[in-house]
């Protein structure tokens, strides 16, 4: 398949009409650079790129929510990773962090965070993720290396890697202990440990594993 | 910095991690959601720059929040909640082009390992003015006259004495040429 004219005029008038443009799967880097171009473009447009009322009132309603979910949930120790992995990838984020992690956390030396998307890559390195003996047998361990997310699941000796973004809209999914499961903030999508979905109304793929060894008592995830 | 010091004086006086008291805005839950509240017309701005359609932009923004809510503790200042979100933003960006157009995609976008510019929609228009500098005139006015003035394709055909298919053709590699042009610069 390759990008035309015709087919990049349809995106440019779904840009300029604000509707939701088709998604394709597009040819090479340059087909991507055009529609990421009128993007910008279609956003310089006076007047352009303002949310609507509507939108943002319903935001308004949405955050109130969401931070009354989260406050709720209870926020002990117990699973510190998820957080702090999420804060130590935001390396903008004031030192202040830092000194309020290195409290929570003092008595277990978090290791270096390295991790990667759910992709199989061809030209990567094996990166240092966890040290082995860190890992809870049976327990789903997130991690994050950039825009990278995912899980950590120890087996005995071995270890298994899972991607940690939702198949549906790439949101970055939760383990629930008391649920066991993968659980989607966003939609509500689950998956089983495996990877699998389980309770989607329209099918979804499962979690893409992640190349992960064990070496030297260390956990490596294969990255770029 | 004012909070580090605000920080430093919770952890030595507790011990433990206490929400820090705020002078400038109401407490606890409330603050936070003003907080995050106030921060949805930029980060809306800031997507809306890079994907260019309303329903992209407002599900995106969407994902953006419940994915920072999720992430962040509940404690956090307003500087470090900004910082936070933009850098969910671009993440959540990159995966929207990788997830839908093409693999790899990422690599075009911000590089999600600096530092996030936090005022960005003052910069769009100046963006887009030095890109369609670098183009050929026969280029800059195909893309304006399209985008920055909306002219259907018919009506640019007309500005520019062209056939439409040509207006099209024109587009497709004035579009391409800005694209790379995006990628070198950026």
Redesign the interface.
């Known amino acids: 398949m390759n ?4 087919q ?2 349809r995106h ?1 008038e ?3 009409q ?4 088709e ?4 040819p ?19 007047g ?5 009322k509507e ?2 009132e319903r ?2 309603g ?3 929510e ?3 979910q ?2 709720a949930q209870p ?1 002990p120790a117990s699973r510190p990773s ?2 702090s992995l ?2 130590t ?9 830092a ?2 992690l290195g ?2 956390q003092a008595t277990k030396t978090q290791p270096k965070k390295v991790a990667q ?1 759910a ?1 199989v890559e061809t030209n990567g390195t094996w990166k240092p993720v966890k040290a082995l003996a860190e890992l809870p047998e049976g327990t789903p361990i997130a991690f994050r290396s ?2 990278i997310e995912g899980f950590l699941i120890r087996q005995g000796e071995e270890v298994k890697g899972l991607s940690a ?1 939702c198949t549906h ?4 999914l ?1 383990y629930s202990k008391f649920r066991d499961r993968f659980e989607c ?2 939609h509500g999508a689950t998956f089983e440990k495996d990877g699998q979905p389980t309770n989607y109304g329209s099918p979804l793929s499962p979690l893409p594993p992640l190349q992960v060894k064990v070496e030297k008592g260390q956990v490596q995830v294969f990255t770029v | 910095m004012r909070e580090d010091e605000r920080t430093s004086a919770a952890v030595a006086s507790s011990g433990k991690i206490v929400p820090l008291p705020r002078a400038d805005a109401p407490h606890g839950q409330d603050h936070l959601t003003w907080a995050y509240q106030t921060h949805v017309t930029a980060i809306y701005q800031y997507i809306y720059g890079r994907v260019g359609n309303r329903p992209d932009a407002e599900d995106l923004t969407a994902q953006v929040f419940v994915k920072a809510i999720n992430g962040m503790r509940s404690d956090v200042s307003v500087p470090e909640l900004r910082s936070w979100l933009y850098r969910v933003a671009q993440t959540t960006l990159a995966d929207h082009w990788r997830e839908y157009y093409a693999e790899g995609a990422g690599e075009l976008e911000d590089d999600v390992t600096q530092a996030p510019a936090p005022r960005e929609n003052p910069e769009a228009v100046q963006r887009v003015d030095s890109l369609l500098a670098t183009l050929p005139e026969s280029y800059r006015r195909v893309l304006e006259l399209r985008f920055l003035r909306g002219y259907s394709v018919r009506e640019t055909a007309q500005e520019l004495n062209l056939s439409e298919t040509n207006v099209k053709v024109l587009q497709f590699r004035a579009l391409n040429r800005a694209g790379r042009e995006r990628g070198r610069r950026s």
């Open positions: 990008d035309d004219p015709e990049l005029d440019v779904d840009l300029l604000d509707r939701r443009p998604r394709t799967p597009l090479d880097e340059d087909a991507l650079g055009a529609r990421q171009t009128a993007a910008m473009l279609r956003a310089a447009k006076p352009a790129g303002l949310p609507s939108f943002l935001m308004q949405s955050i109130h969401w931070v009354g989260r406050s926020q998820r957080r999420l804060l990838g935001a390396a903008g984020i004031a030192a202040g962090v000194a309020m409290i929570q998307r992709l950039g825009a973004i809209m790439a949101c970055i939760n903030p966003c």
